[in-house]
Nanobody, 124 residues
């Protein structure tokens, strides 16, 4: 069973930065596509950013383009989401997800494994 553990969430003022990490308990992490999703209270879980298995292909939601950067370190079995210029509307629980041999998908049902989530709160 593949396990994903997020960390790095917290409370930050608008305009601030955070870096989320997703540690994956899988030696063949390089075979997995990875993505970050988020879910705000009363809203559906939404795609934020995705990265292919090699790290060369990435995709972002329009709402975070230019502010968020997704990356991965296959040697460390870890994925990252660097967030800058944070806004109050970025407040949500952030989840990392992985899918075996998968290309980037915006659909939550495409992902096989999920972390427990980490809270990001941006104050105005």
């Amino acid at each position: 069973q593949v396990q994903l553990v997020e960390s790095g969430g917290g409370l930050v003022q608008a305009g601030g930065s955070l870096r989320l990490s997703c540690a994956v308990s899988e030696r063949t992490f390089s075979n997995y596509g990875m993505a970050w999703f988020r879910q705000a209270p009363g809203k559906e879980r939404e795609f934020v950013a995705g990265v292919g298995w090699s790290g060369r292909s990435t995709s972002y939601a329009d709402s975070v383009k230019g502010r968020f950067t997704i990356s991965r370190d296959n040697a460390k079995n870890t994925g990252y989401l660097q967030m800058i210029s944070l806004k109050p509307e970025d407040t949500a629980v952030y989840y990392c997800a992985a899918r075996l041999y998968g290309t980037i998908s915006y659909n939550t049902r495409a992902y096989d494994y999920w972390g427990q989530g980490t809270q990001v709160t941006v104050s105005s």
